[in-house]
């Protein structure tokens, strides 16, 4: 009789701590849209690399991004359709979307051996050392690395426009 009482109390305690976040100020959603597509891709470091893969247990690059924007509400924001790294570079140049001056959420493109479009991923940022810095699906896994990192240059950043 004790542990059911006990129980009860728990299961009150669980119900009213519920309630008042769900009655607490929500951050405005504008806020929110960068920190669940960095939050999403940062819950997906360390997942193996497979070409043509879109999670969740494995990606390529252009799935890593679809997914994250896929999961986070986002997907309009990049187009609406699944595409290659080289097809978001081209949809986000028709829209005239490309920048030199990224913000977290931002895409960022890489061309390797004088190919297009080579890489895809996800701006997040400068380190504290100054350092710009995404978060891709590269060979070896997902992982959060520095943008001249890769051996390869950079392309392009492309404006998602996340926050507005």
């Given amino acids: ?31 929110t849209e960068t ?37 986070t509400g986002n997907l309009r924001k990049i187009s609406g359709s699944q595409r290659t790294s080289r097809g978001y ?13 990224p913000r977290p959420g931002d895409l960022v ?12 991923g996800i701006y997040i940022g400068k380190n504290r050392w100054g350092q710009r810095m995404a978060i891709s699906a590269l060979t070896t896994g997902v992982a959060r690395h520095r943008v001249g990192g890769i051996g390869m240059p950079v392309k392009a950043y492309l404006r998602v426009g996340l926050d507005r």
């Fill in 1 to 31: 009789m004790k542990l059911r009482s006990i129980l009860f109390a728990a299961a009150l305690a669980v119900l009213a701590v519920g309630i008042q976040m769900s009655t607490q100020a929500q951050p405005v959603a504008a806020a």
């Fill in 35 to 71: 920190a669940a597509v960095y939050n999403f891709a940062s819950h997906q470091l360390s997942k193996p690399f497979r070409m043509g893969a879109s999670g969740m247990r494995r990606f390529d690059c252009s799935g890593l991004v679809w997914r994250t924007f896929y999961e």
């Fill in 89 to 101: 570079f081209r949809w986000f140049k028709e829209h005239n979307r490309l920048t030199s001056n």
């Fill in 109 to 120: 493109v890489w061309a390797y051996k004088g190919r297009p479009v080579s890489h895809i």
